[in-house]
């Protein structure tokens, strides 16, 4: 064949590729006018300082004050926006709902724990939302009880959520809450279990969880204020005993704790926990005596944290006290002030102790190491020690329902990015592990055909930010790949690397899918927190905009590629790097984001403000108050170009209120200068959480893929 040939079926071919690139489907938005809010002029005034907010009277729904219509009528309205503006790919969505729904095995069951003569688990069928729980006595061949049947229970409610499930000592009776709003307000029922009845009595405005005492009789639960949501008591109820009359046993005074009550796994003692990020008080009684008066077992100390977990025959203390990292402390069952506090495990500068599992011989700490959580089992007879090996650069392994006492067993769960969520039986004294089961991934699939690695990204002040990252198999680094950067940073909450079946419908579409472990989580230790909070919360963002810039400058994508995603705190993440850095993203998906910081700090009626003032700190002090303005997402918006954004809430959210995210869209949209993609999705009837079934949060993350998707011009 002739050279000039040859060249010729060349160029044909080229041109074939080229018409293909330019013929594949693509989808155009709709050309239509997006809702423009109202603007009323509302002052803010300050420490001298004057801040004009035309977009405070969306707060009304909440504040139920006179515009509660027009902000139903606004929020509808960018609903009915983002219906029409994504029509197009409704088809779509619907494909990627079913695709990810085949992947879950929907008759299943959860692995069963031993529990005081009994083995209690889950169990879910095809077709349904919620599912079951049970138990059988004494051996798995045992007839099964269904204790509570939330497919039933959920029926006619558009959310459902059942938590708390209680056992009494006796085994004859279980309390549990229920939430049907999306507020975390749940409310406490008991029922029977020999009879199948329930008590009469209804304990509204709880967070669901009891302590049973040992007289299978009376427990105690925590009371929420209804207005700011605030856990503020610590009541006790003696079935049959009016509800009104319950006895308040404890009362926080300090509104920036959080409190709770629980049970020790030995059955000893009930515990009362009150604490917020800095400091911390633990009270307790014995389990056989519900009438005693709690004692404290150390007064709550200045940026002291401390946690308490009972021995047969003393009490072992987690605490940060002289150790940034905490250490591992013991004292006398009847000798519990910080006087008495013996050294167990001594302050590590490289390893964060998280935690500690007791059981009768052995005890489990869990520990961070590098980025990495680490399981250290402990022989309380003969003082060995062990480390359990997982073996892969990047993963996660956390202790699971280890409710028995008397066990030399610990259940662990393990993943990551590539391996389903696994659990294990270890045998502390054999070594021996068994794999008790692996998430299937029904449709099939092979771990062997993605990949994951762990980046490191250099911040501005020289820190290495870790990045965990997963692509299928195939993916080549030329900076033309989609990627998805997702990043919280938060509360000291460690974004560890785990598997979902859902995101193979990401990956397998050419995306690749990373987590920036920035600072103000947890996963390089106690200071990695400190160095993102209150007044340093600036460095959460720019890590994350140098993570973002490091995999451009190693070619797993480029800026006309990349995306970023984050909820909650992760959504004020969002709304600050779109301010920071908007030119870095071609599209942000922010959930239920945190971006009103400055006013919603200011407003002490607002569920959980109170509680928040350490990790943000309190703007009725000047200097906290100009920081936070200085990189508030709402208080900071200019006129300049903006990515393509979706953002979605919950009217009901009691975390990060609706009128939030709300009033940002609306000042970006008067204010931004680009034709870019603005959309809102409010959903009416849920929360924080979004949906409570099993099958309708996919429909969240249809939505959110089809509009990546969309803007890479991935259509199938």
Known sequence: MQKNQLSMILLTILAACANDEKNKPSYRWPELTAPIAEKKEHKRIIH??????????????FKKGPDSTKVIDYLNAENNYLDTMMGGTKRFQETLFQEMRARIKEKDESVPYFRNGYFYYTRTEDGKQYFKYCR????????????????????????????????????????????????????????????????????????????????????????????????????????????RKDETVYEEQDKSNYIGVGRAKSGKFIYIYSGATTSSETRFIDADQPNDAFKVFQLRMKDVLYD??????????????????????????????????KEVIPHRKDVLLEGVDEFKD????SERRDG?????????????EHYLDFGEAAYTAYTQANMEYNTSTVRYGYTSLTTPSSTFDYAMGDKNKTLLK?????????????????????????????????????????????????????????????????????????????????????????????????????????????????????????????????????????GAVMNMAPELWNGIIAQVPFVDVVNTMLDESIPLTTNEFEEWGNPKNKDAYSYMKSYSPYENIEAKAYPNLLVTTGLHDSQVQYFEPAKWVAKLRATKTD??????????????????????????????????????????
């Open 48 to 61: 001298g300082d004057t801040v004009i907010d035309n977009y405070y009277w969306m707060i009304d729904y």
């Open 136 to 243: 059988k006595k004494g051996t798995l061949e045992a007839e099964e009880e269904v204790l509570l049947d939330v497919d039933k229970m959920a029926v006619g409610h558009p959310y459902f959520s059942a938590t708390g499930f209680s056992v009494s000592p006796n085994n004859k009776l279980m309390a549990f809450g229920i939430d049907t709003i999306s507020r975390r307000e749940y409310t406490i029922f008991v029922k029977n279990l020999e009879t199948g009845t329930l008590y009469k009595e209804e304990i509204k405005g709880t967070t669901g969880a009891v302590a049973w005492a040992n007289d299978n009789k009376t427990f105690f639960y925590t009371s929420k204020n209804p207005v700011t949501l605030l856990t503020e008591k610590i009541k006790k109820h003696e079935l049959g005993v009016d509800t």
């Open 308 to 341: 308490v977990t009972a021995l047969e025959d003393r009490f072992l203390i987690v605490t940060n006290k002289d150790a940034l990292n905490f250490k591992l402390m013991e004292c006398p069952l009847d000798e519990t002030g910080v006087e008495h506090w």
């Open 362 to 365: 052995f005890i489990v700490v």
């Open 372 to 384: 990495l959580t680490q399981l250290n089992i402990r022989n309380l007879r003969t003082g060995e």
């Open 438 to 574: 692996q998430q299937e991934v029904l449709g099939g699939y092979d771990q062997g055909d993605y990949v994951t690695e762990r980046l490191y990204a250099t911040a501005s002040d020289g820190v290495r930010i870790p990045i965990s990252l997963v692509y299928k198999k195939g993916f080549k680094k030329n900076g033309q790949a989609p990627l998805l950067l997702y990043g919280y940073g938060s509360y000291g909450a460690s974004m560890d690397p785990t598997f979902s079946s859902t995101r193979l419908s990401l990956l397998n579409r050419g995306f690749v899918y990373a987590i920036a472990h920035i600072r103000g989580g947890q996963e390089m230790g106690r200071q990695w927190y400190e160095d993102g909070k209150m007044m340093k919360k600036e460095n959460t963002f720019s890590d994350f905009i140098c993570c973002g810039k490091h995999l451009i400058d190693e070619k797993y994508t480029s800026k006309g590629h990349l995306y970023a995603q984050g909820g909650s705190a992760g959504g004020l993440l969002m």
């Open 675 to 716: 034709n870019n993609v603005l959309l809102l999705k409010t959903d009416m009837d849920f929360g924080h959480g979004g949906a409570s079934g099993r099958f309708d949060y996919l429909k969240d993350i249809s939505l959110n893929y089809a509009f990546l998707f969309t803007l890479e011009g991935i259509v199938e």
